[in-house]
T-cell receptor, first 114, second 112 residues
Framework: DTAVSQTPKYLVTQMGNDKSIKCEQN?????MYWYKQDSKKFLKIMFS???????INETVPNRFSPKSPDKAHLNLHINSLELGDSAVYFC?????????????FGPGTRLTVL | RKEVEQDPGPFNVPEGATVAFNCTYS??????FFWYRQDCRKEPKLLMS???SGNEDGRFTAQLNRASQYISLLIRDSKLSDSATYLC?????????????FGKGTKLSVIP
């Protein structure tokens, strides 16, 4: 009965590869997010989708492409992985795209690029 | 000035101690303020929202000073289970108002 789930939990891959991380929420929320937490522990927003539509697209390389097949899923595809992409990626969701709304985070995907 | 700045930490306190964390934010138009807690190698979880009048939840008290753009979190009677990183979070403004900006966090270790 996990509220926000991500797969895989760990991902180790070589530079130049393409990989995807999947996220699903069973809370019935309309809004989903991707965050990156780097080695310095800063948690930064990357993307946000509201009802399958992109509403936030921060300055991230276009090697990162989110895709929302339905409002319960927000996947993250990364092309041509680089060493600097190594980080923990968190998916989150909130009921609506409102600043008062609590965001619920998934357990994170720890990506290591060798 | 960073968008959200927190005490550098780490804070190492004995069980039962009272500890206070401070946070300043740069966006005067921010309207929502939160404290999130992140355990080691886990996801952030909402600890409490912060209201203008200040609010309390058990041993935790949050205060907001809009004039100084300052938020605080007070933990009384610290427990070992309070050991975690505490993240100060504020929302943006304008088109990004639903976007949350996280501070770097302050690490708390409660020692027996």
């Amino acid at each position: 009965d996990t509220a926000v789930s991500q797969t895989p939990k760990y991902l180790v891959t070589q530079m130049g590869n393409d990989k995807s991380i999947k996220c699903e929420q069973n809370l019935g929320h309309d809004t989903m997010y991707w965050y990156k937490q780097d080695s310095k522990k800063f948690l930064k927003i990357m993307f946000s989708y509201n009802n399958k539509e992109l509403i936030i697209n921060e300055t991230v390389p276009n090697r990162f492409s989110p895709k929302s097949p339905d409002k319960a899923h927000l996947n993250l595809h990364i092309n041509s992985l680089e060493l600097g992409d190594s980080a923990v990626y968190f998916c989150a969701s909130s009921q609506v795209a409102s600043y008062t709304d609590t965001q619920y985070f998934g357990p994170g995907t720890r990506l290591t690029v060798l | 000035r960073k968008e959200v700045e927190q005490d550098p930490g780490p804070f190492n306190v004995p069980e039962g101690a009272t500890v206070a964390f401070n946070c300043t934010y740069s966006n005067s138009a921010s309207q929502s303020f939160f404290w999130y807690r992140q355990d080691c190698r886990k996801e952030p979880k909402l600890l409490m929202s912060v209201y203008s009048s200040g609010n309390e939840d058990g041993r935790f008290t949050a205060q907001l000073n809009r004039a100084s753009q300052y938020i605080s979190l007070l933990i009384r009677d610290s427990k070992l289970s309070d050991s975690a990183t505490y993240l100060c979070v504020v929302n943006g403004s304008g088109a990004g108002s639903y976007q949350l900006t996280f501070g770097k966090g302050t690490k708390l270790s409660v020692i027996p």
